[in-house]
């Protein structure tokens, strides 16, 4: 196959030399954004991410392989991909390790004061916190039980707690005690102590939290996002803040990168991540073990 490999992915050069080794004529641009180093007719895969924001797809004449190295497909005219039958893979399951690390250590840091506690190091304070809560018997909703969503599932019920999922496609998962349909989300979202966004962003999860869906929430729950921030509407997430949220665990925004004049920055019940969730010591290599079994599965 004749491979466009883009810098989305750290590649070393023993790598970029395994993709040859297979059978595969290379060429590599570090910045998607740049002039394309070859004929776009002469690509016939590409592994990348967001080349499709500079360089139209329908410009890749003979394109029959995508491997994103992103989770999401958002950034792929997915109508088009279809209609011309192109393979598309994305980097299911590299990230949701990380992903879900960052929810866990999220909703403990709220939950066990955390803030409260450096602030008082800082100041050589011992002042103890009667408010601290325990995860144990909590019940955890996670919206979107794909790969993230099974993670947070096993990750959550290992601290005693009960597991409720939503899912645009239910499922019967062991890591679940109820899986339901997006139409359930409302019923279960008032009884859950925490709220959990994984889904992808589709025109019908588009502003899914909005104000109507935080008034039905559980008063003192915890939202946390680490789907994409259309998910949730700001606003609406502001006001439920002032009311029935105990707090949120935010990776994600509407506005990339979240303005330096958004009131979350200064509210001591959020915690705001750059879109950081993701990162973990182990991606290198999962993303390495997906596109490497990916290809050999289209030779």
Request: charged residues 25%.
């Amino acid at each position: 196959m004749h491979l466009l490999v883009t810098g989305a992915f750290d590649w070393t050069e023993k790598e970029l030399n395994k993709l040859k080794e297979l059978g595969h004529k290379v060429v590599f641009m570090q910045q998607e954004k740049d002039v394309l180093p070859c004929e776009a007719g002469w690509v016939e895969g590409i592994i990348g991410n967001g080349i499709f924001l500079s360089h139209p797809i329908e410009s890749f004449e003979n394109l029959g392989y995508i491997q994103l190295t992103s989770a999401g497909f958002d950034r792929v005219p997915m109508d088009y991909a279809k209609r011309r039958g192109i393979q598309i893979y994305n980097a299911r399951g590299v990230y949701s390790i990380p992903m879900v690390e960052f929810a866990v250590c999220g909703v403990l840091e709220l939950y066990k004061k955390s803030r409260f506690f450096i602030e008082n190091q800082k100041e050589h304070k011992w002042v103890k916190h009667r408010g601290t809560q325990e995860l144990y018997g909590k019940t955890i909703c996670v919206v979107g039980c794909g790969s993230v969503g099974a993670e947070c599932a096993k990750r959550f019920r290992a601290f005693g707690c009960k597991i409720l999922g939503v899912d645009i496609q239910p499922y019967d998962s062991e890591y679940f005690e109820e899986m339901g349909s997006l139409d359930k989300l409302d019923g279960t979202l008032g009884i859950s102590d925490v709220v959990i966004l994984t889904l992808p962003l589709t025109d019908e999860t588009m502003g899914l939290m909005n104000s109507e869906r935080f008034e039905t929430m559980k008063n003192g729950a915890v939202l946390v996002n680490i789907a994409r921030g259309a998910v949730v509407q700001t606003d609406a997430l502001i006001d439920a803040l002032k009311g029935n949220l105990q707090g949120a665990v935010l990776d994600v925004f509407e506005e990339e990168p979240l303005g330096s004049d958004s009131p979350l920055w200064d509210k001591e019940n959020v915690i705001v991540t750059p879109h950081n969730s993701f990162i973990g010591d182990g991606n290198h290599e999962r993303m390495l073990n997906v596109i490497y079994r990916n290809l050999e599965a289209v030779k």
